[in-house]
């Protein structure tokens, strides 16, 4: 490898250059005395290496700031207006360019609800999940079941969506509720806490647990007790940071709940507005100024909603990290 | 509870999840207790098991009657409608392995770099923060990646798109297409979801390349390699398989991306002829299922149709999930 940049020095067998060992240890090499030519080549090589790894780093910063900037910068006005958080978009038929139209509250209690929802059926599922795997898998079974997460954690939403409906609406003939969107979002979320919860529950330190099997404890009150407290944190990050990624998905719900001008807190009735759903909804006139507000409105609302929860979950995790 | 090595743990962080069953503590019960809780713990990862494998069996179950009924041959034709049934998935497998190949090709050596620059050459006080700021990217919601590359960054994408169609226009991949104007386009697309693949390829590339074992590093070094050297010859032979394996991770995500690609690209008018140009138009199964599986919402047949498109993308991101699980597995037997 390193022969390429310069090829093994005149005493060195040829047996011994893919161990790395002969060109760089000879004087006319790494140390720069005599052979000029090679290491300025291989200066170069590295200072044109240099410019271009820290040149990726701010090219890839370059649509991070570009996105950021193009949503706050249109989506702020309306939100920063009381109407935005306290009215629906109910009436929206009327004349536009009327403050009491720019609401945006069935979309922010929908997308917090049906988020609820979701974790309040992924998370225990997930927790028991990562448990079994770490304190009680060893078994063929567990490797399957690891395997598994893995292949859901790449199920793509849209298809997580089509299984609902072919489960909800071509077998049991139900209609759709916005729970069945929640259902759909559960499966994109329990890879994600499972996962984390996981790798925080292998952070315990063997010690710990045979510490309290020692002291008589059985081994479920050890996990409960003992484990699972001194990971707490890493449990709530992994949920947080689940949570944002699953508010953020728009793809179930365009199958599953159709969008509403109206706000609705049941989950089991009716349909549901969301955020996402509000985006797309309004994109399709964004040529029109109230549906240009809307669609920036919705995306800034929705873009802080999930970076704070996002970033709450890694400040969660960072602190108690330092705690530890 | 007579557990010192409990108590001051619990003191320290008190846990809602762990205060319920310290009210019925006998030591002696434990058996039941300890049958009850490992019940219920594998119970969970069995319905993590049955969701996975029912949605393989309803997607084959509610696909076939629509598959019978189909009048074009699924495998071979272009075609899309659902009313008549007559449905072919060429079209679609072409653009979503088109648009996700190019996500791959542009994000995979940015995410190298980008991982090298974190592990190694960003400043100690720099590479925590812009690790950060790396991951911030994947927590963009989709839909807003949409938005903004179909309404901001594509009217000036299609002045380097023109440009490239001048230049290389003769290559049947960078081909002209009647009809396709503006940058809403699949290589355009490819460009937005390299964006959107590049932390989940970063992070865990980075993941792997602080692994690498530092006797071999300081062993490159102190034969006299440069920085470079010491990272070409060490640092990223040992990181491939991991970088292989998160490339297909990222790869699976490009796949499966619906909002983004709904958005941003131009679909084709019915009966539109094949071209093999990048700078067309299309449909990926993601965005085709969901922008027009909507309107036959309540018609469980046509459904089916795009139940049989969802099928055949969960079959193509099951591989390429499982190729990269595989991946992760032989290297983890190698090191071990």
């Known amino acids: 490898m390193t022969a390429e940049a310069a090829p093994p020095g005149p005493g060195i067998p040829a047996k011994y250059s893919d161990a790395h060992s002969g060109d760089d240890t000879s004087p006319g090499g790494g140390l720069g005395g005599i052979d000029h030519g090679k290491s300025r080549a291989r200066a170069l090589k590295n200072s044109i290496a240099t410019v271009l790894i820290w040149g990726a780093f701010f090219i890839a910063l370059i649509p991070l700031v570009w996105i950021l900037w193009t949503v706050l910068s249109k989506g702020l006005q309306p939100v920063l207006h009381v109407n935005w958080w306290e009215k629906d978009q109910s009436g929206a038929g009327a004349p536009a360019f009327d403050h009491n139209l720019r609401g945006a509250r069935h979309a922010i209690v929908g997308t917090l609800l049906m988020g609820l929802a979701t974790a309040v059926i992924a998370v225990p599922i997930a927790v028991l999940t990562a448990i079994y795997l770490v304190e009680y898998g060893s078994s063929p079974f567990a490797r399957i079941v690891s395997f598994m997460v893995d292949i859901m954690s790449g199920i793509p939403s849209i298809v997580a969506a089509l299984f609902v409906y072919a489960v909800w609406v071509t077998t049991f003939h139900w209609t759709l509720l916005p729970i069945a969107s929640s259902l759909a979002l559960t499966m994109l979320m329990i890879p994600v806490v499972t996962r984390s919860t996981e790798e925080m529950l292998k952070l315990v330190p063997n010690e710990l647990r045979e510490a309290s099997y020692a002291l008589g404890v059985p081994k479920w009150k050890t996990i409960l007790r003992i484990v699972l407290p001194s990971c707490l944190s890493g449990v709530i990050t992994g949920g947080l940071l689940g949570l944002a990624r699953v508010m953020g998905e728009t793809a179930p719900l365009l199958l599953l709940a159709s969008y509403t001008q109206y706000l609705n807190q049941n989950l089991f009735h009716g349909s549901m507005a969301a955020l996402p759903t509000m985006i797309n909804d309004q994109a399709l006139n964004i040529n029109v100024h109230i549906a240009e507000q809307r669609v920036w409105g919705a995306a800034c609302t929705l873009i802080l909603l999930v970076l704070g929860i996002n970033l709450l979950g890694r400040l969660i995790g960072h602190f108690t990290k330092v705690k530890r | ?336």
């Open chain 2, 1 to 336: 509870m007579s557990s010192v090595t409990g108590a001051s743990f619990t003191d320290e962080t008190p846990g809602p999840e762990g205060e319920p069953p310290l009210r019925g503590d006998r030591a002696s019960t434990g058996r039941l207790g300890d049958r009850l809780f490992g019940g219920m713990t594998r119970l969970a990862g069995g319905v993590v098991l049955a969701i996975v494998v029912l949605v393989g069996v309803f997607l084959v179950v509610r696909a076939i009657p629509a598959l019978r009924a189909n009048h074009a041959d699924f495998f071979t034709s272009t075609e899309w409608s659902t009313s008549p049934l007559k449905f072919g998935i060429v079209q679609l497998l072409w653009t979503t392995v088109a648009t996700s190949v190019i996500a791959l090709v542009i994000a995979v050596p940015f995410s190298i770099a980008i991982a090298l620059f974190l592990g190694f050459y960003a400043p100690r006080w720099l590479a925590q923060p812009a690790a950060a700021i790396i991951d911030l990217l994947a927590a963009v919601p989709s839909i807003v990646y949409g938005l903004w590359g179909a309404y901001i960054v594509a009217p000036q994408f299609a002045h380097v798109q023109s440009w490239i169609q001048d230049a290389f226009g003769w290559i049947p991949l960078f081909g002209r297409v009647p009809g396709i104007s503006g940058g809403t386009t699949i290589f355009f697309v490819g460009v937005v979801l390299a964006i959107m693949i590049l932390p989940i390829i970063t992070a865990l590339s980075r993941e792997v390349f602080a692994q690498t074992p530092m006797t071999q590093r300081e062993g490159a070094i102190a034969l006299g390699a440069t920085k470079w050297e010491m990272l070409r010859t060490t640092v990223l032979p040992f990181g491939r398989p991991g970088v292989i394996s998160a490339s297909m991770l990222g790869l699976g995500r490009a796949l499966g991306e619906t909002i983004a690609v709904m958005l941003i690209l131009s679909t084709l008018p019915q009966g539109a002829n094949w071209s093999w140009s990048l700078f067309n138009g299309g449909s990926t199964f993601a965005s085709n299922i969901a922008a027009n599986a909507p309107e036959s919402i309540s018609d469980t047949r046509q459904m089916g149709a795009y139940i049989a498109a969802g099928l055949v993308l969960f079959i193509l991101t099951f591989v390429v999930n499982a190729i990269a699980r595989i991946i992760i597995e032989r290297r983890k037997a190698f090191s071990e």
